[in-house]
């Protein structure tokens, strides 16, 4: 145990967070750290990208590579490293805002090619960073600084939306249950493909969401299928429990850089055909 100890706390950084004390995404850099670990994944091959918010600190806090990008392009960030070299284990972290305003139009695109690559969203259900703003994903009703009368726009579901897109894997976590999460995250870095994991990360300042949580937080059933696209979409369209796992999973399709590296000997013998008819046409 006091190595393992010891191998988490190599992956952090000299940078200590400086999150609010009690603010859920302590509990995913430990997560991601542990999972790190508990695979024996050396630094120097992980690769972290982010948005804007209180989650796009997150690379600074980790020892291994990382790229601070601008609001809501984690995702295209993250898709350029696993295609520069395939080889990296890489996240693309955010929150709901950054994820699901501002950069929604990545959403699509990075499942349905099925980039190797795990997406994690912190998602607190409002703007933290900014003070408390209602996001994509507050409920209907609520009240902050700037819905003082309470939200009236029907929020997204990450998880419906994901399965849908066709993520190859889809999961669900909660900030108090650290150590399911975990287990999650490993799971989503050994998956080949796409992975999201959308972490329920409360915001202990602008709106603590921990006891709600914890009263309708529940594990997917012992006998739940996680192939069963169906039965996957029907479980992320019930809001009267907060269920944790695994929600759908697909082995088999081909990583989005495997696809590209198929191609690239047809592309090569075409771009010898292109320098010829440039020379031929040459004054």
């Avoid at 024996?40 to 980790?62: K, L, Q, T, W, Y």
């Avoid at 003082?148 to 998880?159: H, L, Q, S």
Wanted: with cysteine.
């Amino acid at each position: 145990m006091s190595n393992l100890k010891e191998k988490i706390k190599s992956y952090r950084s000299d940078v200590k967070p400086i999150w609010c004390p009690g603010c859920g995404d302590y509990a995913v850099l430990n997560g991601l750290t542990t999972a790190l670990a508990e695979l024996d994944i050396p630094a120097e091959n992980v690769a972290i990208a982010s948005g804007i918010g209180c989650s796009g600190r997150f690379p600074a806090f980790v020892s291994a590579y990382g790229f601070h990008g601008i609001h809501g392009r984690p995702l295209p960030l993250a898709t350029g490293m696993k295609m520069a070299n395939p080889e990296l284990t890489v996240f693309a972290v955010g929150g709901d805002g950054d994820g699901f305003s501002i950069g929604a139009e990545h959403l699509p695109h990075a499942p349905r090619r099925n980039v190797d690559i795990t997406y994690i969203v912190m998602d607190n259900r409002l703007y933290s960073l900014t003070k408390g703003q209602p996001s994509p994903t507050s409920p209907v009703g609520t009240r902050l600084k700037a819905s003082p009368y309470g939200t009236v726009e029907t929020p997204v579901n990450p998880m419906a939306m994901m399965i849908a897109y066709g993520a190859s894997f889809v999961a669900q976590a909660f900030s108090g249950k650290p150590k399911e999460m975990t287990k999650v995250i490993e799971e989503a870095i050994q998956h080949k493909g796409f992975s999201f994991i959308h972490v329920l990360s409360p915001c202990v300042t602008f709106y603590d969401t921990y006891r709600q949580f914890r009263a309708i937080a529940t594990p997917l059933p012992e006998d739940y299928d996680p192939t069963d696209q169906v039965e996957a979409f029907r479980l992320a369209l019930d809001e009267s429990k907060l269920y944790l796992g695994v929600f759908y999973k697909k082995e088999g399709d081909v990583p989005y850089h495997e696809r590209l590296n198929a191609v690239r000997p047809e592309r090569r013998s075409r771009e010898g055909l292109l320098k010829e008819l440039i020379e031929y046409y040459r004054p």
